[in-house]
């Protein structure tokens, strides 16, 4: 069965430092995969996909993410962690009837 | 342009109690998916709609059920309603059903029952 892993439940950074969010996926086909951000009681605003191609994958706000097929690992980048950031991240995969399976989730703190 | 918008914001309820949750897509999307979101967990799948049909069903039980209107807004109904309901619930609407559409979330319906 497909599964998303977020192995991270927390982590604090520092502002201005670097960022990277572990996401494991378990998917039989190529994976489409997808990174969710989500702050305090609002919805679930994308960040980036990964459909083919190019491995390294730019989205909003900054974020980058890397797709490791002998990894199964789909992990989420940001060079310089600003206040804002701090927010719950969600990694996804769809599956083959089009529907998003989510990992548990990461909650970012950011130190000033 | 207006994103996906879900009605009530919050709603409180009792067991056994009824409950329906409305969404409207973005305009021009055509496929509304349903998720429930427990606290502290990931959302989880419930329904998806393309063009009125029911595309997909999640591992949730008959008690929980919706529709698509042909002006392509949604309801979810939930009967008899347990304390592991409570929740939020995601709507999120695609252009299409398939693979390469993004699904674009609404804020979401917080659902407490006690």
């Known amino acids: 069965a497909q599964s998303v892993t977020q192995p991270d439940i927390h982590i604090t950074v520092s502002e201005g430092a670097s960022l990277e969010l572990r996401c494991n996926y378990s998917y039989g086909a190529t994976p489409y995969l997808f990174w969710y951000v989500q702050s305090p009681g609002q919805g679930l605003q994308l960040l980036l996909k990964?459909?083919?191609?190019?491995?390294l994958v730019q989205g909003i706000k900054g974020f980058e993410a890397e797709f490791k097929r002998s990894q199964s690992s789909f992990n989420l980048r940001k060079p310089s962690v600003h206040w804002s950031d701090a927010a719950e991240y969600f990694c996804?995969?769809?599956?083959?009837?089009?529907?998003?399976?989510f990992g548990s989730g990461t909650r970012l703190l950011v130190r000033p | 342009d207006a994103g996906v918008t879900q009605s009530p914001t919050h709603l409180i309820k009792t067991r056994g109690q009824h409950v329906t949750l409305r969404c409207s897509p973005i305009?021009?999307?055509?496929?509304v998916s349903w998720y429930q979101q427990v606290l502290g967990q990931g959302p989880q799948f419930i329904f998806q709609y393309y063009e009125k049909e029911e595309r997909g069903r999640g591992n949730f039980p008959d008690r929980f059920s919706a529709r698509q209107f042909p002006n392509y807004s949604s309801e979810l109904n939930v009967n008899a309603l347990l304390l592991g309901d409570s929740a939020l619930y995601l709507c999120a609407s695609s252009l299409g059903g398939g693979r390469h559409n993004e699904q674009f979330f609404g804020p979401g319906t917080r659902l407490t029952v006690l």
């Open positions: 990964y459909f083919s191609g190019d491995t």
């Open positions: 996804a995969v769809m599956d083959s009837s089009y529907k998003l399976i």
């Open positions: 305009s021009g999307h055509k496929s």
